[in-house]
């Protein structure tokens, strides 16, 4: 078992472990049935290419919330999060072969709040290559 993440055990610079998350097209599809997002341009070839796009692109919130997850399997606890925020700066791609697209996510404390016994993560998201999501932060409530 992990050890438990602590604001005194925590400092600037802690690198979170990082992750490899796959996503496939059928990956995209239960996404689509939880969200209710059923948006042509994340399961349907044709209709994303035909609106400039290169091919199907994963949702940007599952994009958001897989990158999350790295913080919330660090902290152990969903609800230590009390802010989270990102911009969108490239699709993931998602191609139709069995490989699909990889989501690589680093993350590491940004900083520091004694007084409100928070610490920012500062999350790298990229695929491909290209990062796709940019200013990508949590704070996180520590005990």
Do not use: C
Not at 50 to 68: E, K, N, R, Y
Not at 87 to 105: C, H, I, L, S, Y
Not at 132 to 139: I, R, Y
Request: glycine share 8%; hydrophobic share 45%.
């Amino acid at each position: 078992m992990a050890e438990t993440v602590t604001y005194d055990t925590v400092s600037v610079g802690d690198e979170l472990p990082a992750r490899d998350i796959p996503v496939t097209r059928a990956t995209l599809v239960r996404y689509a049935g939880a969200s209710g997002d059923f948006n042509p341009i994340h399961w349907n070839e044709r209709f994303a290419k035909s609106v400039g796009l290169p091919d199907v692109i994963a949702h940007g919130m599952f994009t958001m919330a897989v990158a999350a997850r790295v913080v919330t399997d660090w902290t152990g606890d969903p609800g230590a999060v009390v802010d989270y925020g990102v911009r969108f700066t490239k699709p993931v791609v998602v191609p139709d072969d069995d490989k699909g697209a990889v989501v690589q996510v680093s993350a590491k404390v940004g900083a520091k709040n004694d007084e409100a016994r928070t610490v920012r993560v500062d999350l790298t998201v990229t695929s491909e290559g290209q990062k796709v999501l940019g200013m990508a932060k949590a704070t996180v409530r520590l005990h």
